[in-house]
């Protein structure tokens, strides 16, 4: 697919050299001044110079000034040389006429853009973030203004709606979490997210289906692979960063709860109304995504969240190697709690028992350097129609969280508006000013 991308490139490049471009005309005019440019500074040192090499072809040149006035040949060698600089000039000026008089406003704010991205964002930490769903989407769309070197590490083990039937009926990685991530670090138009993203209502076979993951798993039938069809969707959608699942092979989530009784399946795990105690893949020993380890070993800052604790975070991190590739590491780990619990999942859980039960389902006792809690950001209104929901906004125990032995960033986190959400850009403008002080600075021992 590569080789077949470079020889694309390849043509498309000598196209600047087709008939009636224009292109090559000016050129050859610039090529030509250099030349005579060339020869008027030869002339020069000549002038100047008092012996020379009878072996050089400079001689010869020297032996034909002699017969002609010192001062004459000054002038001869001055007009060349400004010819030769205006040829150059015209050359150059004409090219890049040329050129962008073919460039509309638009061509031009996506070179400008090009170059944006090959210089500043380019030169940006290396950033991992971990978990599934809106709310990772949430941080990436912050986080692209920041980096472009970002890999989204998210669930495989989705079983519901459009992914769920792709992953039942193709076998396929359940492509809903990779889509969304995707289209949150896209820089596409508008109309080709909604496109991306749009759900058919009716039609046998389509009503429920995502358009976008239908594609994910229309270019994984032409390519034969769906890491290569993910980086093609990401072509198209120009993505900043990269999105990879935790695993590829086909795994499930298996929720116990605190009464006993277990149940499988990710999107049911919430619906029971028990207390879960912990969740578990099957199988247990699933591969994990190489490509996954490759960015953490690559990462400056790993982020856990935010998402949903038992169904997007946590699966990823019981993926076996995923841990202990984080733990090599010694780079700042974040953990965005969420804004509100979740029904069913996290009911009555505090910002401690968030990092409590992460810490309990990976063994690792010392694994979260900073845990980012939300402060406010929404009014009594927005907090009854929640509360009749059955979700209430994250309680802070400060405290508690510092005996884990994390640091505590309280912020005012969430959007102000009619949904009780972490707002994109003061979330990612919080991370970043963090980061930017605590760089290469892990609190772990």
Not at 267 to 280: A, L, N, R, Y
Not at 355 to 374: G, P
């Amino acid at each position: 697919m590569a080789d077949k991308a470079g020889k694309k490139d390849k043509r498309q490049f000598l196209h600047w050299f087709y008939p009636g471009i224009r292109i090559k005309r000016y050129i050859v005019i610039s090529a030509l001044g250099v030349i005579v440019t060339s020869l008027a500074l030869a002339i020069f040192v000549l002038l100047a110079s008092t012996s020379i090499d009878q072996d050089n072809m400079a001689f010869l040149l020297k032996s034909l000034t002699n017969f002609i006035h010192p001062w004459i040949a000054f002038i001869f060698a001055l007009i060349l040389f400004v010819l030769g600089i205006y040829l150059v000039v015209l050359g150059v000026q004409k090219a890049l006429q040329h050129t962008f008089g073919a460039i509309t406003v638009a061509d031009l704010g996506e070179v400008a853009n090009e170059f944006y991205k090959k210089t500043i964002l380019a030169q940006g930490p290396e950033v991992v973030v971990i978990g599934g769903g809106t709310g990772l989407a949430t941080l990436l769309r912050g986080l692209k203004d920041y980096t472009s070197n970002i890999t989204a590490i998210v669930t495989a083990a989705d079983d519901g709606g459009s992914s769920g039937r792709i992953k039942k009926e193709w076998g396929l990685v359940p492509p809903g979490d990779i889509r969304s991530c995707l289209l949150a670090l896209a820089e596409t138009e508008p109309l080709m997210k909604a496109l991306f993203d749009y759900r058919f209502q009716s039609g046998e076979g389509l009503e429920g289906h995502n358009f976008g993951n239908l594609f994910i798993l229309a270019m994984s039938e032409v390519t034969g692979d769906f890491e290569t069809a993910v980086e093609q969707f990401s072509r198209v959608l120009k993505v900043r960063g990269q999105v990879v699942a935790s695993t590829l092979d086909n795994v499930n989530l298996k929720a116990i709860y605190e009464n006993g009784h277990e149940v499988l399946g990710e999107s049911v795990i919430g619906k029971k109304g028990e207390k879960i105690k912990q969740v578990e893949l099957e199988p247990k020993n699933c591969k994990v995504n190489k490509k996954a380890i490759e960015a953490i070993e690559r990462a400056e800052l790993i982020i856990l969240g935010p998402g949903s604790l038992y169904t997007s975070i946590i699966p990823n991190l019981l993926v076996p190697g995923l841990v202990e590739a984080i733990q090599k590491k010694q780079v700042p780990v974040y953990y965005i709690v969420n804004v509100m619990t979740e029904p069913g999942e996290t009911d009555n859980y505090t910002a401690f028992d968030h990092v409590k039960a992460i810490l309990d389902q990976t063994n690792v006792e010392n694994f979260i350097d900073y845990v980012f809690v939300n402060t406010g950001g929404f009014d009594g209104t927005l907090k009854e129609r929640y509360k009749k929901q059955g979700a209430f906004p994250v309680e802070i125990d400060q405290k508690k969280l510092e005996n884990l032995g994390v640091k505590v960033v309280l912020q005012r986190l969430a959007n102000s508006n009619d949904m009780a959400r972490h707002d994109s850009d003061k979330l990612a403008s919080v991370v970043m000013s963090l980061y930017a002080q605590t760089a290469n600075k892990s609190t772990r021992s």
